[in-house]
């Protein structure tokens, strides 16, 4: 009815322009708000009450919620255009798709060219979000005679808080915080952020390193729109340290070798309208330093990988700034600066949108023809063999989903092909199997398919702002094939290897027997143990009724109380898909009978997470969401009293993400010589390293840093300076010692992301060393310094240290990275229940 509404409305209002009718009835932000715009933070909820008042208004704009964040605030989107266009936006949108390929068919009608901006991935860095509702009120009273034209001939979408939860949390604290007026003093407590801050989601996860992976429900949600359109230009809207200036592009390097001539071409004809306002204004900018396009989750590589062009703008400000703040240069940033470079910025992208749409659109559609035709790469096929892991399997099938690429069954099978294999670094030759999975480049996601699959992106530059390496087998454990043959794949669904059930027999099984390889088994486990079951723990393999099985086998043993404990266990079993094995007697042919003490009872164990400042915050996060999220585990979240005060009676699992744990080390061990268990995850080490009564150590390199004579050191490379001691987020190898239960259900070999540069030497004693770097060709994707590389050779990796009653746990890194680093969280899980 609202939309009948409007235009209805249009056409009795015929001879009274549209900017004319806005004009007259419209709020302004301050109008609408009832404060000074600018004097203060715009509280979520009236954020989308603007936004939902101007689209009720307005001609020009209408809004749609696709869906809710994490703690329940609607997450909305703005389309901007013409009356017209809006009551075409369906057409608009599906030619827009025919024209890339997503849909079928020709466009019946001109396409137009879209342009998606994004404002507050990070909650604090708030002047985007403060910059919105004027950029909006701007749109629907068409302030300046030019967006008239703007709007007839481009569509905006605009997603004016990306991060509700984030942005709710800094300005609820901020109002808190502020006195009668704003105070610029840097040292003043509205500018003294506290932990987690409100950068981050609910769940302590970065937005903005998060779009290829969608681990987070934002950005699931939010890419699932953005899929819908397939716009053009992309621009997410940003903040960085206050005493900075503004950066629009063009991007620093490294810039991925995939981000085509055209795109760097668009950043540079962009930026130059920028400067235009800019400099008449005298405001001061930089381009080409810092913001890199290597990384492919970020809001600017991303939508680059996804045919558009790309953009990250930097205000400074940030959490810090506050309404106010003095700066280094003895100017004041208020927010009012802030949200107008964001707004002038803004406007500025439509009106090149608008000058450019032909191009834009020309270039669109050739990037995707190209990529179903000609597509770049050495590499034109990837081969995930089918016996492997149906889990892990699965799970990537579902991130290529989320990403438009499509995947089959070969059809080539039986062929042999020469293929470079990751896992073993080299060519090998591989047979084509019926269960094989294939992912072919000769489609319209090829781009974005050679990004996230090439087993080493180029990297131009190593003084680069985030990881380096991500490639999806590593990333999945999943052994695979790059082959540069194009190979074809089958239609219809896919097949998947099945694992042969054993035959039932009429009388009760002595026991049920599940093989432990995937997290879905830890899942399962624990209800199990929540409901009562019985379960025992294989530590070492055995063959029972012809049948192998490895170290890690769960054992279901017969109650005998319990009249319907098969069925009950069975229901339970095939609720979390789980394929029990029954055994029709305890003595083994091999090994250790199913009744002996090495087959450790299991219990649940009460898990403490730590929580509270001093902590790397997405580090937290990443393990909080996964074991509350992923792992449905429950646990208790502690601060820093409950820390000081921990006792085994309460928890028998501490978690400690990254961070400084220095104040608490006498609590840790006398948790630990109580009897507790203690996982410190990379910084966390920190806190039991050189302890008297410890075995942990850093590992001393065995030559200083070497100097040449005659060769002085230039003030020009100072950023430079320190490359060979960086660790860009690279792929390690690590050897694992697959006798351990804390590699059980573990494949080998085994990869980790690898940010610390940090180095342990090897435990001693009645310690272990689960996990190490081998001496050669530890690194096998990604950049590390060259005075790194040998430092971590022949060093710790994951190892377990006993001390009286408890033991600690040590991962150098942390193994549920980011929330996608499938190939590390199974052991992780090992690590608290074994």
């Not at 299991?602 to 580090?619: H, R, S, Y």
Request: charged share 20%.
């Amino acid at each position: 009815m609202r939309l009948i509404f409007k235009y209805t409305l249009l056409l009795i209002l015929t001879f009274v322009t549209s900017a004319e009718v806005c004009a007259q009835k419209l709020l302004s932000p301050e109008e609408f708000l009832g404060y000074p715009y600018g004097s203060r933070f715009t509280f979520h909820h009236r954020v989308v009450d603007y936004v939902k008042y101007l689209c009720d208004n307005s001609p020009y704009l209408e809004y749609s919620s696709y869906g809710e964040s994490n703690e329940g605030r609607p997450l909305l989107l703005v389309k901007a255009s013409s009356p017209e266009n809006l009551a075409n936006a369906e057409q608009i949108r599906s030619n827009n798709l025919k024209l890339a390929g997503f849909m079928e068919g020709k466009p019946d009608a001109k396409p137009m060219a879209i342009t998606w901006l994004n404002f507050n991935i990070h909650g604090n860095e708030s002047a985007s979000t403060t910059a919105v509702m004027p950029f909006l009120y701007e749109l629907a009273t068409q302030s300046r005679p030019e967006i008239n034209n703007w709007l007839k001939e481009t569509l905006v979408l605009i997603d004016p808080c990306v991060n509700p939860d984030g942005y709710a949390r800094y300005v609820n604290w901020y109002q808190q915080q502020m006195s009668l007026s704003p105070n610029a003093d840097p040292r003043a407590r509205e500018h003294d952020e506290p932990w987690p801050g409100g950068r981050f989601n609910h769940y302590l996860f970065d937005l903005n390193r998060d779009w290829a992976w969608q681990t987070q429900l934002e950005n699931q949600l939010r890419v699932a729109q953005y899929q819908k359109w397939m716009p053009q230009v992309h621009v997410d809207f940003h903040e960085m340290g206050y005493n900075s200036s503004y950066f629009f592009g063009p991007a620093a390097r490294p810039i991925h070798e995939d981000v085509n001539k055209w795109q760097r071409e668009y950043q540079q004809i962009t930026a130059d309208n920028h400067k235009k306002y800019f400099d008449k204004e005298g405001w001061l900018y930089f381009t080409q330093e810092v913001y890199d396009l290597f990384y492919p989750s970020y809001g600017d590589t991303y939508p680059m990988f996804n045919g558009a062009v790309g953009f990250t703008y930097e205000q400074a400000g940030s959490g810090r700034a506050g309404v106010q703040i003095a700066r280094y240069s003895a100017d004041t940033l208020t927010i009012i600066d802030r949200y107008t470079h964001h707004l002038t910025t803004a406007l500025s992208t439509v009106e090149v949108v608008y000058q450019q749409r032909e191009k834009l659109l020309a270039e669109f559609e050739n990037y995707f023809e190209t990529a179903r035709k000609q597509p770049t790469g050495t590499y034109k096929s990837y081969l995930i063999k089918g016996n492997q892991n149906q889990e892990k399997i699965k799970k990537l099938l579902t991130l290529l989903d989320k990403q438009q690429i499509k995947y089959g069954n070969p059809q080539n099978v039986g062929q042999n092909y020469q293929g470079f294999e990751y896992f073993q670094q080299k060519k090998e030759t591989v047979k084509v199997e019926e269960n094989d999975i294939l992912v072919s480049v000769y489609q319209n996601q090829s781009t974005l398919i050679k990004v996230l699959f090439e087993p080493e992106s180029k990297l131009e530059d190593s003084l680069t702002y985030d990881l380096t390496a991500w490639a999806l087998p590593y990333a999945y454990g999943l052994k695979t094939y790059a082959i540069t043959e194009k190979m074809d794949m089958k239609n219809g669904e896919v097949k998947f290897a099945t694992q042969q059930n054993k035959a039932t027999q009429n009388e009760m099984p002595t026991a049920y027997l599940l093989s432990w390889n995937s997290l879905s088994n830890g899942k399962f486990l624990q209800q199990t143990l929540q409901q009562g079951f019985s379960v025992r723990l294989a530590e070492e393999a055995f063959t029972i009724e012809n049948t192998d099985y490895s170290a890690g086998t769960l054992i279901f043993l017969r109650e005998q109380k319990e009249s319907e404990w098969s069925s009950k266990l069975s229901q339970l079993a095939q609720k979390h898909s789980q394929n029990l094995q029954p055994v029709y007697t305890a003595q083994v042919s091999k090994g250790k009978d199913l009744g002996s003490e090495v087959n450790r009872i299991l219990t649940f164990p009460k898990i403490a997470l730590f929580m509270d400042k001093g902590v790397a915050t997405t580090e937290a996060g990443s393990i909080w969401f996964f074991l509350e999220q992923e792992m449905k585990f429950p646990m208790t979240l502690i601060n820093e009293r409950q820390l000081r005060n921990i006792s085994v009676e309460n928890y028998e699992v501490l978690i400690l993400p990254s961070g400084d744990y220095d104040e608490y080390k006498n609590a840790l061990t006398d948790y630990v010589s109580a009897g507790g268990k203690v996982i410190a995850v990379d910084e966390a080490m920190e806190a039991f390293v050189d302890n008297k009564v410890l075995d942990l150590k850093e590992k001393k390199p065995k030559d200083s840093t070497k100097t040449v004579d005659g060769v002085l050191k230039k003030y020009e490379d100072k950023d430079r300076e320190n490359i060979s001691t960086r660790l860009a987020g690279a792929i390690y190898q690590v050897d694992l010692d697959l006798s351990h239960p804390i590699s059980f259900g573990i494949e080998s070999p085994f990869f980790v992301i690898k940010q610390n540069t940090k180095s342990y030497s090897f435990l001693s004693g009645n310690n272990w060393n689960v996990g190490t770097y081998p001496t050669k060709n530890a690194c096998v994707s990604g950049f590390a310094g060259a005075a790194v590389k040998p430092k971590l050779t022949q060093s710790l990796a994951i190892g377990v240290e006993n001390y009286k009653r408890g033991q600690i746990v040590y991962f150098t890194d942390n193994p549920v990275f980011r929330g996608f680093w499938e190939n590390g969280k199974l052991i992780f899980v090992n690590a608290i229940l074994f």
